[in-house]
T-cell receptor, first 113, second 111 residues
Framework: KAGVTQTPRYLIKTRGQQVTLSCSPI?????VSWYQQTPGQGLQFLFE???????NKGNFPGRFSGRQFSNSRSEMNVSTLELGDSALYLC????????????FGPGTRLTVL | EDKVVQSPLSLVVHEGDTVTLNCSYE??????LLWYKQEKKAPTFLFMLTSSGIEKKSGRLSSILDKKELFSILNITATQTGDSAVYLC???????????FGTGTRLTIIP
């Protein structure tokens, strides 16, 4: 079974730009969660999607948004990028609930200059 | 607010030593605790613990959960350099479906 895939793997943007990251979950998994990981803050929960609906949201500003498609693939968007948005963005998929075992993708390393 | 706290934050030991990593939690609607190993990129799943006092084992790694005292430990015996990684524990809130991660323990094994 193919694992979770994320594209792109690396991104360099400048302040003020926007970015879209993509995540394809493991086949049959319907829950997709997004996390931001920085050295100082660890893994911070962004949001979780299930059946094309945002089921949960972490404490991030509205510049961070996401969506899920009917095939469970998910995208997250960050608008008006700030230097502090530089991080590793991980998505994880699970069968139904975020509390099920989550399988992580390799991440997208975003650098904002 | 749900909280997961790991200790120590970092640990440096020699190859062959045994280490114990700690994870305490305060999570509403708790049902399970998860351990992950993160080397360079994505965390990889190690254990899911749901029952108190029952040890889960995988090779040199083992973990146990204490639901009364709200903590879990991860033991690694006869450590090898390949065990060097950040170890994360996480607990889901089955009421709101949020998964809270600890900040991790960075383990470094010196040959």
């Amino acid at each position: 079974k193919a694992g979770v895939t994320q594209t792109p793997r690396y991104l360099i943007k400048t302040r003020g730009q926007q970015v879209t990251l993509s995540c394809s979950p493991i086949s049959g998994h319907r829950s997709v969660s997004w996390y931001q990981q920085t050295p100082g803050q660890g893994l911070q929960f962004l949001f979780e999607y299930f059946s094309e609906t945002q089921r949960n949201k972490g404490n991030f500003p509205g510049r961070f948004s996401g969506r899920q498609f009917s095939n469970s693939r998910s995208e997250m968007n960050v608008s008006t990028l700030e230097l502090g948005d530089s991080a590793l963005y991980l998505c994880a998929s699970s069968l139904e609930y975020s509390g099920d075992t989550q399988y992580f993708g390799p991440g997208t390393r975003l650098t904002v200059l | 607010e749900d909280k997961v706290v790991q200790s120590p934050l970092s640990l440096v030991v020699h190859e062959g030593d045994t280490v114990t990593l700690n994870c305490s939690y305060e999570v509403t609607n708790f049902r399970s605790l998860l351990w992950y190993k993160q080397e360079k990129k994505a965390p990889t799943f190690l254990f899911m613990l749901t029952s108190s006092g029952i040890e889960k084992k995988s090779g040199r790694l083992s973990s146990i959960l204490d639901k009364k005292e709200l903590f879990s430990i991860l033991n690694i015996t006869a450590t090898q350099t390949g065990d060097s990684a950040v170890y994360l524990c996480a607990a889901p809130n089955f009421g709101n479906e949020k998964l809270t991660f600890g900040t991790g323990t960075r383990l470094t094994i010196i040959p």
